[in-house]
């Protein structure tokens, strides 16, 4: 069976690349989010004290990590999903500026990866939106 047959058996992009960097932010999403549930503890630990309802705020936002994974793969729900991840990506954004701010917080953690978390951040977003956008909008699809 050919790519683009199988590609359409399965309703994901017909550019090899679209349907490997969809298929990883997949993949991605749904392990951050299960590790959500997994391993709460590191989640609340980068919780900044203002933001109310930590543990509630993790588990949610486990749940729509692994939500979006899951729905970025259905062509119906592809572009909304890709725009929730986005939006996810800025409410947990505080989260992580918490962290680059609070070095001593984590001292496991050196300082410079911290701050590569923040620009992550953004490139994590890039890939949500390129990723589930139609073909036809991205710069790497084929035509």
């Known amino acids: 069976m050919q790519f683009k047959e ?14 490997v960097f969809l298929l990883g932010l997949s993949v991605f999403f749904i392990n951050v989010g299960v590790d959500h549930f997994v391993n ?5 630990a ?3 004290d203002y933001l109310p309802l930590h543990s509630e705020a993790v588990y949610i936002s486990g749940f729509f ?3 979006g994974g899951v729905c970025v793969l259905n062509p119906r729900f592809r572009s909304a999903a890709g725009w929730g991840l986005v939006a996810l990506l800025v409410v947990v954004f505080p989260a992580n500026i918490h962290m680059a701010m609070n070095t001593d917080l984590f001292p496991d953690i050196p300082p410079i990866l911290l701050y590569i978390r923040l ?3 953004f490139i994590f977003g890039y890939w949500a939106y390129a990723s589930t956008r139609p073909s036809n909008e991205i710069f790497y699809s084929s035509p």
């Open 40 to 44: 709460p503890g590191f989640y609340l």
């Open 119 to 121: 620009l992550f951040q």
């Open 46 to 48: 980068i919780m900044p």
């Open 65 to 67: 990590e692994i939500l």
């Open 6 to 19: 199988i590609t359409g058996k399965l309703n994901l992009p017909h550019s090899w690349v679209k349907t």
